[in-house]
């Protein structure tokens, strides 16, 4: 079976998997675990932070972070087809109290006219806009960069009405790699920030999040009301020190990947790639050959590739660390014979 249902399916490296057994580790909950410790700092100098904090999911990591930085009853704002919008249970709502408002971006891009326009009056009959959040790279806009001018832009807008901003950065290190431009300068403009070490890096659990002191403090809090205070838990923070370390610029492969899987789906008939692919998703329209996204993906599972609906005739591919230049060949091969 090659697995392209996401970047999520990687398994632990031999040296995450060694680095795993090695760890030194401690009471993680009395801040004595020097692993934790270790990857935290390292997650900090990364993102030009002042504190970060190891969390069990992205999905943690966002809600613990709209937990902090929000009050029941308040308003964030995000785009249309955000991750926090559409795949996270609507715990903002159901945990943190708060109401989600989405705008429409172009390649999960907000106009920051519209951001501004957004931005709620002081008015009796109005929530408070508590939180402004991106995403970047942009899984449902297919893997797409947010052009730094735009987060330059939001983050000016958001800093003028005092009004932090969050930055979902699940694949920012991807985003990083394809743009060139390095994390932290991604990372300088937002108040806090989420990346996950369990995608494209490979490591088997993990995200964290990143802000200043204070907020990690109250963030730590969030963290152990919500269960997520963990033990010896540096035998799992020492693959995500292995993820930073060793497996970000590799993660240029996987965007090679993902264009050689356009290039060669895009040649063929009734086949559309919907996405400029940016970084390691791509995006394909089954449409044209008469298709649902269910039927084609059933088909395709049975010449041993998995891939994701995406809507009613999107397929989404996610190329990642356990599938080789080779298997993308395999890949484009089984999809003309199942066509
Ligand atoms: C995967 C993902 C998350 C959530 O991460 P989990 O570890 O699966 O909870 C959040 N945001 C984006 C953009 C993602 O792609």
Known sequence: MIDLRSDTVTKPTRAMREAAFEAEVGDDVYEEDPTVKKLENRAAELTGKEAALFVTS?????????????????????????????YEGASMSALAGVQPRTL??????????????????????????????????????????????????????????????????????????????????????????????????????????????????????????????????????????VALNDMVDRLAEDHEHAKQLAEGLGNIEGLEIENNVDTNILLVNVEGRGKTSHEFLEELKSQGVLAVPFGPYTVRFVTHYDVSGEDIDLVIERVHRCL
């Open 58 to 86: 992205g999905t943690q990591g966002n809600q613990i972070s709209v937990l902090t930085h929000c009050q029941p009853g308040d308003e964030v704002l995000m785009e249309a087809n955000a991750h926090l919008f559409l």
């Open 104 to 241: 429409q971006g172009t390649r999960g891009a907000m106009n920051p006219h519209e951001v501004k326009a957004a931005i709620r009056p002081d008015d009796i009959h109005f929530p408070e806009t508590g939180l402004i959040c991106l995403e970047n790279s942009h899984n449902k806009a297919g893997g797409a960069i947010l052009p730094l001018e735009n987060m330059q832009e939001i983050h000016r807008i958001a800093q003028e009405s005092g009004i932090p901003l969050h930055l979902d950065g699940a694949r920012l290190f991807n985003a990083s790699v394809a743009s060139g431009v390095p994390v932290k300068t991604y990372a300088d403009q937002t108040d806090t920030i989420q990346f996950c070490l369990s995608k494209g890096l490979g490591a088997p659990v993990g995200s964290i999040i990143a802000g200043s002191e204070d907020f990690i403090r109250k963030a730590r809090k969030w963290r152990k009301r919500l269960g997520g205070g963990l033990r010896q838990v540096g035998i799992i923070a020492a693959p995500g020190l």
